[in-house]
């Protein structure tokens, strides 16, 4: 069975670490371990000790691993960590991820804000009914916080974007995105989904990084079939 580093090695081509450790971001082993991992706790945050929770894991991974307490920590219970790694590259923002659970194939181009990519445009292969679009996006995702506008009664291209504003809004529009995904709505650009005739759906920040975190224990299921990956309680937003 693997340790905790030999599951940060596997995962160290999809959440490209070398480039989050160079930012200064975690994308890899938080606490390090020799223990064998049968057992992997996902979970957004470590919340307050005592963790007693931790104790039932041989190696945990948080998103937010920010405030831990090595010294109240279960003894020999490893951790990894992947930030800003999973919300860009597996969490709803410039990635395939989502859409490509979703079947949707995603343009070149992705959506920008201040020159960085923060999104995607993503291409259903057939047009479809939209509200029958967006059921798909909340059975996938596990649920909705909210919705926002009508939108046409079909779409053929889906938005799927790490934030929210009037002009992101009317970029995803000019490019057929007529459903715009993503994590909360924001209030500057509510007047923009109505102006433009949209769609947009808010599946809540922390759904959609507790998306990604299954992903990438999908991933290590992949390599280690006898891991056992379990959701390791709500911490987190």
Not at 38 to 53: I, N
Not at 157 to 169: D, N, Q, S
């Amino acid at each position: 069975m693997p340790t905790v580093h030999d599951l940060a090695d596997h995962l160290a081509g999809p959440l490209d670490r070398a480039r989050y450790h160079a930012e200064g971001d975690p994308a890899g082993v938080w606490l390090a371990s020799d223990r064998e991992v049968c057992r992997l706790g996902l979970r957004l945050d470590p919340g307050r000790p005592p963790y007693d929770w931790a104790a039932a894991f041989d190696a945990v991974l948080l998103h937010r691993p920010f405030g831990l307490w090595p010294a109240r920590w279960p003894d020999g219970v490893g951790v990894l960590a992947a930030h800003g790694a999973l919300d860009d590259r597996f969490a709803i923002g410039p990635n395939s991820e989502v859409p490509a659970a979703l079947g949707l194939d995603v343009d070149a181009e992705p959506l920008r804000r201040d020159g960085a990519a923060i999104g995607v445009v993503a291409r259903l292969p057939e047009a479809a009914r939209l509200g029958d679009v967006a059921g798909r996006v909340e059975a996938e995702l596990g649920g909705l916080k909210a919705r926002l506008g009508d939108g046409p009664k079909t779409v053929e291209a889906v938005a799927f974007v790490g934030a929210m504003t009037a002009e992101l809004v009317e970029d995803a529009a000019a490019r057929g995105a007529l459903l715009y995904v993503t994590g909360q709505i924001r209030g500057p650009a509510i007047e923009a989904v109505h102006r433009c005739g949209i769609r947009a759906l808010a599946v809540g920040q922390g759904r959609a990084e507790a998306w990604g975190l299954r992903r990438l224990g999908a991933l290590v299921r992949e390599r280690w079939p006898g891991v056992e990956v379990v959701a390791a309680g709500r911490a987190g937003r």
